[in-house]
């Protein structure tokens, strides 16, 4: 089993305020061995770098052949350079829990905002270019070079607990699942500055079994990215800032099946339960999706499918219900379903939806999408 947990996005401060665990290698047992960072040169002062004492710990538990415990006392603990935790030689999986994740970018996002220069020290993962060799699609028009800055990251892990964990101040990404399997995402708590852009607070791409529950999420971007090649992903009980759901960009990129949202409130965001596709040649395909008991609050676009992000898309999208949607519209366009010419949205369900604009009728907008609709319907379905 391969485990690879990556904290990154430097420099990067570990918070604590009480003594904590930090890693369990394996479910913690009687007798279970447990590292302290501080005895291995690890100092809670914020200044000191301590990469190397984690990395260390790690690395015992890690080979330990007995369940092994990782704890950190209260304090705030320095990173300076991007941690990477290879889990290849473990016997099982990891739990992280109760800590808080300061990525320390206020400075770029400042300077973001004043649009002078950057300071020196500030991480300059947001640059805009016409030249690099390396760069990823951000809009139409805007490229920056892929220097993508991550606060946890685990990538192609699997048997992973993540809980009670609070992470602030990044500068994109906050938590990152890629290629993994069987992973718990309980009470998590995720926070960007009113001025954050494009920062997401949960990324889950190429993985199955992914469970997020119980958490607060206000971003920039989307609380929950869903990308490619997800599936059996569950959502429930969670507090959110910019929308969830995206299948993003990448040529011939793999389809996104079986993700149920429940039980969410969305809360003055650009966009509530939304579903968009890049146009870019792709045999990908969304489908079998519930979105269920979830409240909007001055949601701008409360639901939306977005088929033509930049340009149409031939990615498949079929077999998406929204049900039990209610709560108030920013616009009084409640409802867009704004589907491709070559491959329509199919079986798309409305149950139970209900949703207000101020004193005015809302609306529903519809382009090349075909469904259903069930029980009180408010705006009036365009199907």
Request: proline content about 4%.
């Amino acid at each position: 089993m391969r485990n690879m947990l990556t904290f990154s996005s430097p420099p990067l401060i570990i918070s604590l305020t009480l003594a904590t665990l930090l890693f369990i290698i394996t479910p913690p047992a009687v007798g279970a061995a447990t590292i302290h960072v501080t005895s291995l040169g690890a100092t809670p002062n914020g200044k000191t770098d301590s990469s190397k004492a984690f990395l260390s710990a790690w690395n015992s538990a890690c080979g330990s052949m007995d369940a092994s415990a990782i704890t950190v006392p209260e304090g705030q603990f320095l990173m300076k350079t991007a941690l990477k935790f290879n889990g290849q030689s473990c016997k099982s999986g990891v739990s992280v829990s109760d800590l808080t994740f300061d990525a320390k970018g206020a400075s770029l996002l400042a300077c973001k905002r004043s649009g002078n220069g950057c300071p020196s020290d500030a991480t300059l993962s947001h640059m805009v270019t016409r030249h690099a060799t390396q760069l990823m699609e951000i809009s139409c028009t805007t490229l920056l070079i892929a220097i993508l800055s991550q606060t946890l990251r685990f990538t192609n892990s699997m048997n992973i607990v993540i809980n009670g964990i609070t992470s602030i101040n990044n500068q994109l990404y906050h938590i990152v699942i890629d290629g993994c399997k069987n992973v718990n995402v309980q009470g998590v708590k995720v926070f960007a500055s009113g001025y954050s852009p494009n920062t997401d607070g949960i990324e889950v791409e190429s993985s199955r079994g992914i469970t997020i529950l119980s958490s607060n999420i206000g971003t920039d971007n989307n609380c929950v990215s869903i990308g490619e090649g997800t599936t059996n992903l569950w959502i429930e009980d969670m507090k959110c800032g910019p929308g969830i759901g995206s299948l993003r960009k990448q040529a011939n990129a793999a389809g996104m099946q079986n993700i149920t949202v429940k039980t969410a409130t969305f809360t003055s965001t650009n966009d509530g339960v939304r579903i968009k596709s890049w146009g870019r040649p792709s045999n990908g395909f969304v489908r079998n999706v519930l979105f269920e008991h979830i409240i909007m609050v001055n949601a701008k676009n409360p639901i939306i499918i977005n088929q033509n992000y930049c340009r149409d898309s031939n990615v498949k999208i079929n077999g998406v219900t929204h049900q039990d949607i209610h709560g108030s519209s920013a616009t009084p366009v409640a409802v867009k379903f704004h589907c491709g010419p070559k491959y329509h949205c199919r079986d798309i369900k409305l149950e139970d939806k209900k949703l207000t604009y101020k004193n005015q009728t809302t609306q529903s907008s519809c382009v090349n999408a075909d469904g259903s609709a069930n029980g009180v319907i408010y705006p009036k379905c365009c199907f």
